[in-house]
Structures are given as C-alpha cells and as structure tokens.
T-cell receptor, first 114, second 114 residues
Framework: QQQVKQSPQSLIVQKGGISIINCAYE??????FPWYQQFPGKGPALLIA?????SEKKEGRFTISFNKSAKQFSLHIMDSQPGDSATYFC?????????????FGEGTQLTVNP | EPEVTQTPSHQVTQMGQEVILRCVPI?????FYWYRQILGQKVEFLVS????????KSEIFDDQFSVERPDGSNFTLKIRSTKLEDSAMYFC????????????FGDGTRLSIL
C-alpha cells in the first residue's frame, strides 16, 4: 500500500513563529503534492501544491519545499497566526491521471498561541 | 464560490441498518469521490466515480458500499448492513476534468453507528 508519512502529529508554535510540517512518500510515480488545511467541523481545503520538477513554491506565508531524491516535502508557515490553528494534511496524487485518488498523511494538529 | 454540499451533517443509525449519505458536487465537475475519516485518523479514499461508473475503489469499498448518481446533481453513498466500525466522517469531493485539477471537499457527514 502506498504510504505517506507525516510528522509531527501535533505542533505548538508561538504567534509570529515558523511552523514546519514534514512528509515522506514511497511511490516515486506520484507527481503532485498538495497540502490541505482542515478546521474543526469542516472538510479539507486545498492550501498549496507543488509538482516534483520544482524544489520550492511560495504563496504568501506558506511555502512548500520539495526534495525529490529524498522523497520528502515540507510545509513552512511563516509568521504563524492564531488563525492558522488547524489540522494540516499532506497528500500525494497522480497528476496526469484525471480523477486520481488522493493519498493523505496522518495529519498535524497545529496550535498557534497568541 | 461554488461548493460541495453534504447532507445530513450528522446521521445516527442502529447497527445493521442501511444508510444513504448525500452529496451535491460542484455543478460543472465531472469526477466525484468519497473519502472516510475515522476519528483521530487520516482521511482515506473510498471510491471515485466518472461518467456514471466507478473509476477506482479502495480495499475499504467492499460489497457493503455502493455509489450512485441518481440524477444530474446528486451523488450518494449507500452503506448496507452498517457495522460499528463504519462510524466515521464521510467526505464527498469533486473535481473538474483534466490533470492537476484540485479536489474540492464538502464539510462531511458524521455517521454514528449504535
């Protein structure tokens, strides 16, 4: 079974700090790596995504770093805010296959203290 | 912004009964999905649906489960003879045709089997 390993399980950061969440995948055929944000009582919402031909992608305070050789990718949240407190899931996907399933990591519960 | 809607938000059912979870995907989307999230665990893929047939299913999606698009707007998941371990959040998602299309999730139905 294709696995995506995510760490840490939970993370507590002070306001203004940097939150870092890491993921590792097994199947080198995956070609799309999205991060989803989930607030309590809501469904997962796409936050940011990266393709394996790019080593880094930044959107506002959110950055994905991608290491293809190590089969790892990470989410960095700069200047973390209390409103960022949520559960974050990394995922993998076969981009060139329409309707491909998402394979999710275990999730990281982020708490940003004011 | 268009969104995926799911009903009911919470369903309580006796073990052994049948349940139908309902979803209205985004109107111009062509791919539809069901995912499951057991409390405290990761989001797991159940099934994808395209052109009125199942395009992919996971090992979780056994004969107990079925999906249907009964009309032009609804997409349903039926669980026959429910078991205690079916208790979970069930998320519906949809995506447009083509590669690199994000999957948009609804806010889920919490299914509680007594």
């Amino acid at each position: 079974q294709q696995q995506v390993k995510q760490s840490p399980q939970s993370l507590i950061v002070q306001k203004g700090g940097i939150s870092i969440i890491n993921c590792a995948y097994e199947n080198t055929a995956f070609d799309y790596f999205p991060w989803y944000q989930q607030f309590p009582g809501k469904g997962p919402a796409l936050l940011i995504a990266i393709r394996p031909d790019v080593s880094e992608k930044k959107e506002g305070r959110f950055t994905i770093s991608f290491n293809k050789s190590a089969k790892q990718f990470s989410l960095h949240i700069m200047d973390s805010q209390p409103g960022d407190s949520a559960t974050y899931f990394c995922a993998t996907y076969f981009r060139e296959t329409s309707g491909s399933r998402l394979t999710f990591g275990e999730g990281t519960q982020l708490t940003v203290n004011p | 912004e268009p969104e995926v809607t799911q009903t009911p938000s919470h369903q309580v059912t006796q073990m052994g009964q049948e349940v139908i979870l309902r979803c209205v995907p985004i109107s111009n989307h062509l791919y539809f999905y069901w995912y499951r999230q057991i409390l405290g665990q990761k989001v797991e893929f159940l099934v994808s649906f395209y052109n009125n047939e199942i395009s992919e299913k996971s090992e979780i999606f056994d004969d107990q489960f079925s999906v249907e698009r009964p009309d032009g707007s609804n997409f349903t998941l039926k669980i026959r003879s429910t078991k205690l371990e079916d208790s979970a959040m069930y998320f519906c998602a949809s995506s447009d045709w083509g590669s690199n299309q994000p999957q948009h999730f609804g806010d889920g139905t919490r299914l509680s089997i007594l």
